[in-house]
């Protein structure tokens, strides 16, 4: 056997030793921690959640997929729009994203591996072989066992490698295109310069098709929007002219296995589909670059991490770079606006009341634009009135989203009591910069609502309130709503940080399972909240219509909710100090 066969073969055999071993001790911890009650009943509640909505609808199914015909029937459009969004994802890949090039390995891993006598391309190929399982068994999970092919009209097996070539090709992709921004990094094009170069390829491009399909390109027309199916014909139509079908064909090869409906189809697809896998594994292998050391400073974060939430430090953060300060800080005032100030710089640079105010300006220019012209004013009306339902969503989930921030308050808790605040100042300074931060996204999603409901043909006539004031009536209601929403998984932090040091880095049935209690507790408390503000709301309704006329009745119900909802948020305020002002972090943990 020559030296290459055995390195590879030794590759195989230590990979199937080392995945043997760490798969039998991390079965073995799950198992062990099960012993402890807030593990327990995450896994009892985990278990149940994936045996009701997916195993035991897939037996009662009986094999068959409710939207099999609805998906089949829409394929060609389905299979144009992702081939879209695969070419989006390349493209930020290429042009925006940063990082060096670097492989997932443990510690262990590590020093296992890295000072053994294997090459750079035999530990890719140990990388690639690991990530191989995962794929598989996403794949096999959700064809075999959920039907997921039977939406598209195709058998579970076409269904699992067909996902599997396109799982592979993207990883694949995404490991060849760090290795070559890592090359391009070293030959002297930094990421600034990367980023225009990507800028003023996409306005080129964008701008030669439009010349080139000039004659294709129109906006839709009413009876088209109002038209599903004739929708789909008219995008499908534009993503199908050339040259952007040029452009598209590459990720379409890529996904044509997934949208085939029979044998002969599937076959005939399979041969480009695997074309470009083993193009991509060729280009992966050819243009590797330095990754151990990349590889190791991202194992050492990984432990530190974990070492972090064992320690009870539910969120270790490495240092980042100075960022500029939201607005300037007065050296007396109140103490919670200096709370909002630290936490608008440690969310981000993009939390500047200047960016809100150019988001805010531009959205509502391009409303403007879109209303002031017959032909785009339908379009307005499709696109807005969709966002702005999605409000109800964010309404929902957001506060949950920015729990992982809130977690930050109780590692800092220490700190934070030892400051002469009340602890109700620490609660209501913690939670104002997300709440604001939420606020700001929900008036702008009422802000495209009532532009796009304005838009629509006879929608104004139809709502049982004027616009305007409902939209301003919405958004005095959103602050002391999301703030109170916010009170919630704060409070789950407070009572409860043992539960939320696990969920925050593990994995499992169990850690779902307690993500779910958290969730159903936290949609049962907040119904629970909001029956004192919409019985007020509705007797404001009542009164200002009684007295006045609808356009005030909006305006008082508004109020009186608001009202409501800002008592509620005091007296949840004033728990959570009080709880504040007992907690002992070291305590808690155990």
């Known amino acids: 056997m020559n030296a290459p066969a055995a390195r590879r073969g030794a590759v195989v055999s230590v990979f199937v030793w080392l995945q043997a071993i760490s798969a039998y001790n991390r079965v073995r911890a799950r198992l062990r921690r099960l012993r402890q009650p807030k593990y327990l009943l995450g896994a009892l509640a985990g278990g149940a959640y994936v045996y009701f909505f997916f195993f035991r609808q897939v037996a009662s199914r009986g094999g068959a997929h409710p939207g099999a015909s609805v998906l089949s029937f829409q394929t060609p459009f389905v299979a144009s729009l992702a081939a879209l969004v695969l070419a989006v994802l390349a493209f930020v890949q290429w042009g925006f994203l940063d990082g060096r090039a670097k492989l997932a390995f443990s510690e262990a891993e590590i020093a296992f591996l890295f000072p053994a006598p294997l090459t750079r391309t035999s530990l890719i190929h140990f990388a690639l072989l690991r990530s191989q399982l995962a794929i598989l068994f996403s794949s096999i999970l959700m064809s075999v ?45 930094r990421s600034r310069r990367r980023r225009w170069l990507a800028a003023l390829v996409l306005v080129l491009t964008m701008a030669a098709c439009a010349w080139w399909m000039r004659g294709v390109l129109h906006w839709p027309s009413a009876d088209d929007l109002a038209d599903g199916a004739a929708m789909r014909a008219w ?7 050339a040259p952007l079908s040029w452009l598209l064909m590459p990720f379409g090869w890529v996904l044509a296995p997934l949208f085939t409906t029979d044998d002969a189809a599937f076959v005939r697809a399979l041969g480009p589909a695997l074309a470009l896998l083993v193009a991509h594994y060729l280009w992966v292998v050819r243009a590797q670059v330095s990754f151990e050391d990349a590889a190791i400073a991202h194992a050492r974060r990984l432990a530190e991490r974990l ?39 440690a969310m981000g640079p993009f939390y500047h009341p200047r960016s809100g105010v150019i988001v805010f300006a531009g959205v509502f220019a391009l409303c403007r634009w879109m209303d002031a012209d017959p032909l785009r004013r339908p379009i307005l009306a499709a696109v807005g009135i969709p966002i702005a339902l999605s409000g109800a969503w964010i309404a929902l989930m957001g506060p949950m989203i920015y729990q992982s921030r809130l977690r930050r308050t109780i590692e800092q808790m220490d700190i934070l009591k030892a400051m002469p605040l009340r602890g109700w100042q620490i609660a209501l300074g913690e939670l104002l910069a997300p709440a604001a931060v939420l606020s700001a996204v929900a008036w702008l999603i009422v802000l495209i609502g009532e532009q796009a409901i304005m838009a629509a043909p006879g929608a104004a006539a139809h709502l049982p309130l004027p616009i305007v004031p409902a939209a301003i009536g919405v958004g005095l209601i959103v602050p002391p709503l999301l703030a109170l929403m916010l009170c919630l998984p704060f ?94 972090l070291s305590q808690e943990l155990r």
């Open 145 to 189: 066992l959920l039907h997921r092919g039977r939406a598209l009209g195709i058998g579970s097996l076409h269904y699992a490698l067909g996902l599997w070539l396109l799982l592979s090709t993207l990883s694949l992709h995404r490991l060849g295109a760090a290795f070559t921004r890592e090359r391009w990094l070293r030959m002297g094009l």
């Open 307 to 345: 070492a972090a939430a064992r320690a009870g430090r539910i969120d270790q953060r490495t240092p980042t770079r100075p960022r500029r300060e939201p607005f300037r800080l007065a050296a007396r005032g109140w103490a919670v606006i200096a709370f909002m100030w630290k936490n608008l710089i």
């Open 235 to 241: 995008a499908t139509g534009i993503l199908g002219a």
């Open 491 to 584: 409070a789950g932090l407070l009572w409860f940080p043992a539960w939320t040091a696990s969920g925050a880095s593990g994995r499992g049935f169990e850690v779902m399972g307690q993500r779910l209690l958290v969730l159903a507790a936290y949609v049962v408390t907040l119904l629970v909240a909001a029956i004192p503000a919409a019985l007020l709301g509705g007797l404001g309704y009542l009164l200002g219509h009684w007295l006045a006329a609808p356009t005030l009745a909006a305006l008082a119900a508004a109020l009186l909710a608001g009202a409501a909802l800002v008592f509620e948020l005091a007296c949840a305020v004033d728990l959570l100090g009080r709880r504040i002002d007992r907690f002992d």
